[in-house]
């Protein structure tokens, strides 16, 4: 089993930044990508940004030049560096682990960003 604890989520000026976290514990294995989705108010749960065991990244649209992920493979957390936010990046941002291997999807519990105009 794999537990997601995330940190850094709160309310925030647009134009300012924030910094999320996530610590991966259990049986992560080796081969697996990290990343950060968002679900606003009534909307479907979308992909931020995610980052491969080899560094491979991936991102949303509106989230390239603004946000940056980082991974440490041998501590098993993942960051994302949000900057010049913005009222439409509000959401619940949920931390991602998924297994290569078995194709399992695992989650964090959500932290809440808000951004005020």
């Known amino acids: 089993q794999v537990q997601l604890v995330e940190s850094g989520g709160g309310l925030v000026q647009a134009g300012g930044s924030l910094r999320l976290s996530c610590a991966a514990s259990?049986?992560?294995?080796?081969?697996?990508?990290m990343g950060w989705y968002r679900q606003a108010p009534g909307k479907q749960r979308e992909l931020v940004a995610t980052?491969?065991?080899?560094?491979?990244?991936n991102y949303t649209d509106s989230a390239k030049g603004r946000f940056t992920i980082s991974r440490d493979n041998g501590k098993n957390t993942v960051a994302l560096q949000m900057n010049s936010l913005k009222p439409e990046d509000s959401a619940v941002y949920y931390c991602?682990?998924?297994?290569?291997?078995?194709?399992?999807?695992?989650w964090g519990q959500g932290t809440q960003v808000t951004v005020s105009s």
């Open positions: 259990g049986s992560t294995g080796s081969s697996i990508v």
């Open positions: 980052m491969s065991s080899i560094g491979r990244t």
């Open positions: 991602n682990l998924y297994k290569v291997v078995g194709a399992l999807d695992y």
